[in-house]
Each structure stands twice: as C-alpha cells, then as structure tokens.
C-alpha cells in the first residue's frame, strides 16, 4: 500500500473539523493523523507525535490565532508547511499569513473545492494562494488610492489587526476578551494603542473605522 502524506487539521468549531477531516481523508493520498481545536493544543501534540507533512489551521481561533500558530510553528518547526484558511478574504489577512511563514492561504468558501488542491501544491514545494486573494494582489497594485487602509493598517501587531477586526465585527471589549482569553483591561490597552497608531481620536472614530474597514471587505 502506498505512503499517504499525514495530515494536522486545527479548527475550534467542531463541524468544521469534521468536514475537512472527511473531505481530505476521501483523497486517496492524503490522511488526517492528528486534529485540534485550538493553537495551544495543536502544539502540544505536535510534541508529542510524530510530524504531519502539513497543518491546515484556521485563522480565528481561541486563545492564539492561526497566524500566532503559523509563527510558533515556522520557529520550531521550519521544514513544515502550514496551510491557512480564514472565513474573511482581507488582503491583510492573507500578506500576515505570508509574512510569518504560511505557505498557502484559501478562504473558507472556497475550501470544499480546493482544500486538497492547495495541500498538493504545497506538498510539491510550491505556495498556495487562493483566487480571491490574487485577484485583490492585482487590484491592489493597479489601485493604489485603494490600498491606503492596507498601508496603515501593516502597522499594527498581529494581535493588534485581530482586536481591529473584531471590533469591525461589533464585538464589545468583554466579548472580544472572552474570545482570544485575555483580559478586558488588556483589550482595552489595545485599543488605546489602535487609536494611537491610526490617527483617532475617541472609541467612536475608531468603532467607525473598523466597521467601514470590515464592510468594505466583503465586497
């Protein structure tokens, strides 16, 4: 029998989990050895089980994010490909994604078709992106005036981009400090630092920009 290529999937929501798990077991080649439903927890059994031959990750998930896992895992283990999905297709998304060591992005439309395909290309040596995702690249370099929000919006943290999106999502402090486990006195201090780096001046300029921002990417 041949050697499949072994497989780590991490999502929070356990459908999700179930779906991909199912759709990439169905490739003849390919096998779901080890699953997760959060970043800390994907981490501690990669160490404590043999090395999958990719990880596909979500972006959102409690505790760590999908880019703090990608991070984690590009410095610990840099031989292994991560593959990440996110229900958004902001283009800071997937340039965060990259710039940490992700080796595809796909947006979670799109996954049910090309999940099995991004993991192949990956495992041949290649990067992935999604189609959406090329498509804003070229937008992007054609519409400069465009690209003004991507520009200031780099200058945030990771963590700090994951508060902004949230707060676009018109998610409270408390609802957003339950959901990445931190503080709300933490969550506030980001925000204070948000309305700094981007130019605001009180928590409505800045609740108006992060839902104009969220609007405007789904597009």
Not at 32 to 55: G, H, R, W, Y
Not at 56 to 68: A, Q, R
Request: net charge neutral; proline share 3%.
């Amino acid at each position: 029998m041949d050697m499949k290529f072994r497989i780590m999937v991490v999502d929070d929501h356990a459908i999700v989990l179930h779906g991909l798990t199912q759709l990439i077991n169905n490739s003849p080649d390919l096998e779901v050895t080890i699953q997760a439903q959060s970043a800390e927890a994907a981490i501690e059994l990669l160490k404590a089980n043999p090395l999958p031959d990719l990880v596909v990750t979500d972006i959102s998930l409690p505790g760590l994010s999908g880019i703090d896992l990608t991070k984690t895992l590009t410095a610990q283990f840099p031989k292994l490909p991560v593959l990440v999905l996110s229900m958004h297709e902001e283009m800071v998304h997937g340039e965060r994604a990259f710039r940490v060591g992700a080796k595809g992005y796909l947006t979670k439309q799109e996954a049910a078709d090309k999940v099995v395909v991004a993991i192949r290309r990956i495992l041949s040596g290649e990067d992935y992106l999604s189609e959406r995702m090329q498509t804003m690249l070229l937008h992007q370099i054609r519409n400069k005036p465009k690209s003004g929000a991507i520009s200031v919006l780099s200058r945030l943290t990771d963590r700090e981009y994951e508060i902004f999106r949230l707060i676009g999502m018109g998610m409270s402090s408390s609802e957003i400090a339950d959901k990445l486990s931190r503080s709300v006195k933490t969550v506030e201090a980001h925000r204070a630092n948000l309305k700094q780096k981007l130019g605001l001046r009180n928590a409505i300029e800045l609740n108006r920009f992060a839902v104009h921002y969220a609007d405007r990417e789904r597009i």
